[in-house]
């Protein structure tokens, strides 16, 4: 064998190694959970109450859930990122509660001190006990509006497909987990390699509520195409605010983006249900 045969040899090697290492690992590359469990007390948000789900047997999860100040009020249930847990939320979303909004922060399996491992799975038997738990109190899908921030755009993409509820709104979405992978691993076939896909590109054209798609344009985590790419996608109604100079962590810095998300849930609920 030759010098250059050899070193092809190596190479190829060493690549497929690489790509068997990010394969067997991916998981730990796309979920970042905080595993301690938050003190609902320090939130500081009176009338919040954890609510404990069973997502399936054996397997609880515990949320956070905040009722709307009026009686028949639009109620928002978030789906959050990748990293951290429903604690470290708390503050992103007060002008949503101040606006006299209900506020449920679901929560997945492997944060915030909850038991099991995320996967598209377990997040998605997550998600929908949260989505039957306010159908089981009461909470008609017209006052529902989903929300999706990054990752958490997988599980309230399907929500909203999946339940009727009034809108839809997603923080820095993307079309496929596949999408952003071989965004950012240009080098392997990254696309090939996803376990949890959450083919958002695949679903959105079953929605059937209101969109509003809420990107920034400084976005390196999921680059703002996706988001544009995923509103082309989408059927009518729908309305999109891509922000100059806004990155992935932070658009709830800008006024116009929190301005624009209450004026959208003020929109599709009811106007009784808005105080």
Known sequence: MSGLTTTMATALGLYLLLALFMFGCQRSFLYFPDKS???IGDAGVEGLVAVRLESEPGLEVEHWYRPAAAADGPVLVVFHGNAGHIGHRV????PLLDAGFGLFLAEYRGYGGNAGKPDETGLTADARAVMAYLAGAGIAGDRVIVFGESLGGGPAVKMAVEFDVAGLVLESPFTSIGDVAQAHYWYLPARW?????WDNAGRIGGLRAPLLIIHGERDRVVPTRFGRELFELAPEPKQALF??????????NHPEVISAVIAFVREQAPASAVD
């Open 243 to 252: 922000v100059p100079g806004a990155d992935h962590n932070g658009l709830f």
């Open 91 to 94: 503050p992103k979303y007060r």
């Open 193 to 197: 390699l996803v376990l949890d896909k």
């Open 37 to 39: 469990d938050p003190d």
